[in-house]
């Protein structure tokens, strides 16, 4: 964390807060859910897509700060099964937006050493996207920071479908079917299960988002809107998971300690 620092001035509002942090404890995975664009928007009487464009500038920040954290994984929803729903317009701004998000950011992805992965139904996206996206992922490939991966076309309902289709197409048995077996069948196989998910605008539902793998997920639900979730909003959601005391279904360090390893819940 200290390239946090290196990028803050003493003094800046947000110094207080990245010294607040317990640097042990940093969650190794984040999962956010980007809601509230639309909100954004009318709020300022703007069409849907502006709270999108603005939404980008949030994507940029908060990748920025999960890599000078030191965290290992941050997965963004970006695009959701059922996202296809929306006006034809909205989704091809979004596939525009992704593709020129992809095209700006690549120098900044290579100097922070973040590997791009994508999560989902990525064979269905429109080609140029998908061209794109290969493109960075395979540039990105060796580096070995952050894991920046992107939920596109993502369900977690259709990833533990296509799960149980590829297990099954192997010729996987009933009784060969384990909880680890399983995991490993998903899209994020490999991939430490996230410790904190974050979802922006105030909804208090998980939308389809990672359902397996948020089994022990810490939830940190702000209202504030996905275009407004500066750094500072980020470190604040950190700090609260480091006030959580995660117990994995065990007793945590009050109890008799049973299952996984109990976090203390204390902070600096
Ligand atoms: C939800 O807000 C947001 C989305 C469906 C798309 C998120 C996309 C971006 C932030 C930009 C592109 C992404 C990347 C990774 C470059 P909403 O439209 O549902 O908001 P509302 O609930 O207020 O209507």
């Not at 791009?116 to 490939?141: C, D, F, H």
């Not at 539902?205 to 997920?217: D, K």
Request: net charge positive; hydrophobic share 40%; charged share 25%.
């Amino acid at each position: 964390m200290q390239s946090l620092f290196d990028a803050l001035e003493p003094g800046h509002p947000d110094w207080a807060l990245a010294r607040a942090l317990d640097p042990t404890r940093i969650p190794k995975h984040a999962a956010i859910i980007m809601d509230g664009n639309g909100r954004w928007a009318r709020k300022r009487s703007l069409p849907r897509v502006a709270g999108h464009k603005a939404g980008v500038s949030s994507v940029r920040s908060t990748v920025e700060t999960c890599a000078q954290l030191g965290m290992e994984v941050l997965t963004l929803y970006a695009f959701s099964v059922e996202n296809w729903k929306r006006p034809r317009a909205e989704v091809d701004m979004l596939w525009r937006l992704l593709r020129l998000y992809l095209r700006r950011e690549l120098t900044t992805l290579m100097r922070n050493n973040i590997r791009l992965t994508a999560i989902g139904r990525v064979k269905a996206l429109p080609l140029m996207a998908q061209q794109e996206l290969r493109y960075v992922m395979e540039r990105t490939s060796q580096n070995t920071g952050l894991r920046l991966n992107l939920a596109i076309n993502y369900g977690g309902r259709a990833e533990l479908v296509d799960a149980v289709q590829s297990l099954i197409a192997e010729g996987v048995s009933a009784e060969e079917i384990t909880e680890e077996r399983l995991s490993a069948a998903l899209y994020t196989s490999g991939l430490p299960d996230p410790d904190l998910l974050i979802r922006t605008s105030g909804e208090l539902r998980v939308s389809n988002f990672l359902l397996w793998q948020i089994a022990y997920a810490e939830i940190y639900v702000t209202e504030t809107l996905w275009p407004d979730f500066i750094r500072a909003e980020l470190l604040h959601a950190v700090l609260e998971y480091q006030r959580r005391d995660r117990r994995f279904g065990g007793l945590g360090d009050t109890g008799e300690g049973m299952g996984r390893e109990p976090v203390s819940a204390t902070t600096r």
